[in-house]
């Protein structure tokens, strides 16, 4: 996290930077787990606007995809985005102020209740306050439960209010570290990551991998050109207290794990087969992707002559994934669960899970996704693979544009699944969880083609794009105002 006091800082790079102690928060007190988070968040929004609760359940899913949602309103209400004049300029600055606000306070709210120092808890009783008695994490949770660093990557914004902008990057510290710390510490295993059983699959290794990208970022923005204005402040040392492992030992995971996944990798079918075959999960394939862009950054950076070579074997896997399944997505979106054949990928479900497919997408240009290159790292899409800029931007586009066509209902409601083969709605739920990470990935992919555009330059785009993005803006707006009136 960043200290005003330690200098001039720069908007990249702004996890994890604090002058004070980061030791994870002690398991809850028996008085503490009895109570209830606040706001109470649901599952779902029934069709009368009321809030579904799955189970009588509160699930840490559902916190966290909200609290990205109210993150991206609260950073793209600037002056250029939503709160421009040509959309809506009663945004920017209080209600852009308003929403940060409300993002610490959920922060606060999930570390305290779901987070036992980086163990995640799935799911608290509504009524009671009790906490799975099995005791187990879920690793899919991580990936973009981690990715709540993206507000302070853009606190800069927030500059203009000097006590918000120190909070921010200081209040949510033990929140962004400890979910890494926890799966090297607890889950990792000489080049291996494990469920709780001990067990390893493609969903052990990409669920970890993509929980990992944060601490990763936090290390390669210290290191970048720039970073003596941000986390460079601090030294070597004193970051590798907070975040929990030095880049050292960071090195030295990466290096195992990319062992494992060299006597993993199926030339043949683009993909990995850790025992459990070569059909994946969607959202497994984009937190791998993203898993594996962090970890070849960092060999790149911290390792040496082989471990520079080892990063470029890794990302190119990386581009060959994801030029695996890009075919297979349709306007509607990409199948729950894929199948890689030596004759390329295939559908190996009837469902398009809409969460899935819009966490996939983000993985791909949210906060420190597949695209994002920057001076001191490795830079393989701006040296090699500029085409892969233009194939992200097409599905960015046809996602968003399919969108707007296939998952909105007549009532403005966003729906959980379609079909794959068709695009019908299969599920025409309007939740929680699916709708904060659509508002999230609609608000960091919008821009990536050409078919959508920010309010300031709407002038300077042809009048069907211009309303293409008000439309857009619309339906993030709609959605986080229905979510909030349920709570």
């Given at each position: 996290?960043?200290?005003?006091?330690?200098?001039?800082?720069?908007?990249?790079?702004?996890?994890?930077?604090?002058?004070?102690?980061?030791?994870?928060?002690?398991?809850?007190?028996?008085?503490?787990?009895?109570?209830?988070?606040?706001?109470?968040?649901?599952?779902?929004?029934?069709?009368?606007?009321?809030?579904?609760?799955?189970?009588?359940?509160?699930?840490?899913?559902?916190?966290?995809?909200?609290?990205?949602?109210?993150?991206?309103?609260?950073?793209?209400?600037?002056?250029?985005?939503?709160?421009?004049?040509?959309?809506?300029?009663?945004?920017?600055?209080?209600?852009?102020?308003?929403?940060?606000?409300?993002?610490?306070?959920?922060?606060?709210?999930?570390?305290?209740?779901?987070?036992?120092?980086?163990?995640?808890?799935?799911?608290?009783?509504?009524?009671?306050?009790?906490?799975?008695?099995?005791?187990?994490?879920?690793?899919?949770?991580?990936?973009?439960?981690?990715?709540?660093?993206?507000?302070?990557?853009?606190?800069?914004?927030?500059?203009?209010?000097?006590?918000?902008?120190?909070?921010?990057?200081?209040?949510?510290?033990?929140?962004?570290?400890?979910?890494?710390?926890?799966?090297?510490?607890?889950?990792?295993?000489?080049?291996?990551?494990?469920?709780?059983?001990?067990?390893?699959?493609?969903?052990?290794?990409?669920?970890?991998?993509?929980?990992?990208?944060?601490?990763?970022?936090?290390?390669?923005?210290?290191?970048?050109?720039?970073?003596?204005?941000?986390?460079?402040?601090?030294?070597?040392?004193?970051?590798?207290?907070?975040?929990?492992?030095?880049?050292?030992?960071?090195?030295?995971?990466?290096?195992?794990?990319?062992?494992?996944?060299?006597?993993?990798?199926?030339?043949?079918?683009?993909?990995?087969?850790?025992?459990?075959?070569?059909?994946?999960?969607?959202?497994?394939?984009?937190?791998?992707?993203?898993?594996?862009?962090?970890?070849?950054?960092?060999?790149?950076?911290?390792?040496?002559?082989?471990?520079?070579?080892?990063?470029?074997?890794?990302?190119?896997?990386?581009?060959?994934?994801?030029?695996?399944?890009?075919?297979?997505?349709?306007?509607?979106?990409?199948?729950?669960?894929?199948?890689?054949?030596?004759?390329?990928?295939?559908?190996?479900?009837?469902?398009?899970?809409?969460?899935?497919?819009?966490?996939?997408?983000?993985?791909?240009?949210?906060?420190?996704?597949?695209?994002?290159?920057?001076?001191?790292?490795?830079?393989?899409?701006?040296?090699?693979?500029?085409?892969?800029?233009?194939?992200?931007?097409?599905?960015?586009?046809?996602?968003?544009?399919?969108a707007l066509e296939y998952h909105v209902d007549g009532e403005g409601r966003l729906v959980t699944a379609v079909s794959y083969g068709e695009g019908s709605v299969t599920d025409d739920r309007l939740t929680v969880s699916t709708a904060g990470m659509f508002i999230t990935m609609a608000a960091n992919m919008y821009r990536k083609g050409s078919a959508f555009e920010r309010a300031s330059d709407w002038g300077n785009v042809p009048d069907d794009v211009a309303?293409?993005?008000?439309?857009?803006?619309?339906?993030?707006?709609?959605?986080?105002?229905?979510?909030?009136?349920?709570?």
């Amino acid at each position: 996290m960043i200290i005003r006091a330690l200098g001039t800082l720069s908007v990249a790079g702004c996890l994890f930077l604090l002058a004070v102690s980061c030791t994870p928060d002690a398991d809850r007190s028996p008085e503490t787990a009895a109570d209830l988070p606040q706001p109470a968040v649901p599952s779902s929004i029934n069709t009368d606007g009321s809030p579904e609760f799955r189970n009588n359940r509160l699930y840490v899913a559902d916190y966290s995809n909200l609290l990205h949602a109210v993150s991206i309103m609260a950073t793209v209400s600037r002056q250029s985005e939503y709160g421009h004049e040509n959309y809506r300029p009663e945004l920017y600055p209080e209600k852009m102020m308003e929403r940060a606000e409300q993002w610490l306070d959920m922060v606060g709210t999930i570390d305290r209740h779901f987070n036992e120092g980086g163990k995640v808890i799935r799911w608290l009783d509504r009524q009671t306050g009790s906490a799975p008695e099995d005791g187990n994490t879920d690793l899919a949770l991580y990936p973009h439960l981690v990715y709540a660093y993206h507000i302070h990557h853009r606190s800069g914004r927030f500059d203009d209010n000097e006590l918000l902008f120190n909070r921010l990057n200081r209040e949510a510290t033990n929140y962004l570290v400890t979910p890494g710390r926890y799966l090297m510490n607890e889950r990792y295993r000489t080049g291996v990551f494990q469920h709780h059983d001990g067990s390893v699959d493609h969903k052990s290794m990409s669920y970890a991998l993509g929980g990992l990208h944060a601490n990763a970022y936090a290390w390669v923005v210290w290191k970048k050109p720039g970073g003596q204005d941000d986390m460079g402040v601090l030294t070597e040392a004193a970051l590798g207290h907070h975040m929990g492992h030095t880049p050292d030992q960071m090195v030295q995971i990466y290096r195992e794990t990319a062992e494992t996944l060299d006597d993993a990798w199926d030339a043949s079918r683009s993909i990995y087969d850790f025992g459990d075959g070569t059909t994946w999960r969607l959202d497994a394939v984009g937190a791998m992707i993203r898993g594996k862009k962090a970890m070849y950054d960092f060999l790149y950076m911290f390792g040496d002559d082989d471990d520079a070579e080892t990063s470029h074997r890794i990302f190119d896997r990386t581009a060959a994934m994801l030029e695996a399944v890009a075919p297979l997505a349709e306007p509607w979106g990409m199948p729950e669960k894929i199948e890689f054949t030596e004759d390329g990928a295939r559908a190996a479900s009837e469902t398009v899970n809409l969460y899935h497919w819009y966490q996939f997408l983000n993985h791909l240009g949210g906060g420190y996704g597949f695209d994002r290159e920057r001076e001191g790292m490795p830079m393989y899409i701006d040296r090699y693979r500029n085409d892969l800029k233009n194939l992200i931007g097409e599905l960015s586009d046809n996602a968003l544009l399919g969108a707007l066509e296939y998952h909105v209902d007549g009532e403005g409601r966003l729906v959980t699944a379609v079909s794959y083969g068709e695009g019908s709605v299969t599920d025409d739920r309007l939740t929680v969880s699916t709708a904060g990470m659509f508002i999230t990935m609609a608000a960091n992919m919008y821009r990536k083609g050409s078919a959508f555009e920010r309010a300031s330059d709407w002038g300077n785009v042809p009048d069907d794009v211009a309303r293409r993005s008000l439309v857009l803006h619309d339906l993030k707006f709609s959605l986080v105002e229905r979510i909030e009136d349920a709570l």
